[in-house]
């Protein structure tokens, strides 16, 4: 199993410009989720998904979109990027909600907006 | 809203016993996660507490006191790549969904 898997690993976006981060996994999880971290701060949860076709909004939603058209597949939306974007971003899936279920994160998507 | 708060960074020696806190308010969370991340990397599962005390995986264990708001995570015999931040995650009980995040704490180990 490849488990969860993040492309691009890097990216240098310039202001307004839009792109998508890819995220698939393997473990035929339902749960799926964005997260971004910034230096010095926790994990933020942007999007979750609790299954194929159905998404909903985390802690810090703004300027992203998601869909979950397969079980496997999770993009993650960004439109018109803005500095305040630059950030680390990690997949995660998890085989149940959340309790007492760990969450599988992938490597993560290092991007840059200036 | 709930908060959780860790010391930023540790250090300690080779070899030795170190102790990582995590606090939050006591109306608190259903259980507590711990997280191993390393420079670069993703975070990786430790522990998930949901009973209250100790729990012991090899050289690491984890202890909960809900009462208290209170977490630790114990690393014994400490070894070099056990450099990495910890990451302390509650599971709030109005949500399944959204763990609240601590910052996270720098754990340095020297020779």
């Known amino acids: 199993n490849a488990g969860v898997t993040q492309t691009p690993k890097f990216r240098i976006l310039k202001i307004g410009q839009s792109m998508t981060l890819q995220c698939t996994q393997d473990?035929?999880?339902?749960?799926m989720y964005w997260y971004r971290q910034d230096p010095g701060m926790g994990l933020k949860l942007i999007y979750y998904s609790v299954g194929a076709g159905i998404t909903d909004k985390g802690e810090v939603p703004n300027g992203y979109n998601v869909s979950r058209s397969t079980t496997e597949d999770f993009p993650l939306r960004l439109e018109l990027a803005a500095p305040s974007q630059t950030s680390v971003y990690f997949c995660?899936?998890?085989?149940?909600?959340?309790?007492?279920?760990?969450?599988?994160f992938g490597p993560g998507t290092r991007l840059t907006v200036t | 809203g709930q908060n959780i708060d860790q010391p930023t960074e540790m250090t300690a020696t080779e070899g030795a016993i170190v102790q990582i806190n995590c606090t939050y308010q006591?109306?608190?969370?259903?259980?507590l996660f711990w997280y191993q991340q390393h420079a670069g990397e993703a975070p990786t599962f430790l522990s998930y507490n949901v009973l209250d005390g100790l729990e012991e995986k090899g050289r690491f264990s984890s202890f909960l006191s809900r009462s208290k708001g209170y977490s630790y995570l114990l690393l014994k015999e400490l070894q070099m790549k056990d450099s990495a931040s910890y990451l302390c995650?509650?599971?709030?009980?109005?949500?399944?969904?959204?763990?609240?995040w601590g910052a996270g704490t720098k754990l340095i180990i020297k020779p």
């Open positions: 006591t109306s608190g969370f259903n259980g």
């Open positions: 995660a899936s998890s085989y149940s909600s959340l309790a007492a279920y760990e969450q599988y």
């Open positions: 995650a509650g599971d709030p009980p109005d949500s399944n969904y959204q763990l609240i």
């Open positions: 473990m035929n999880h339902n749960y």
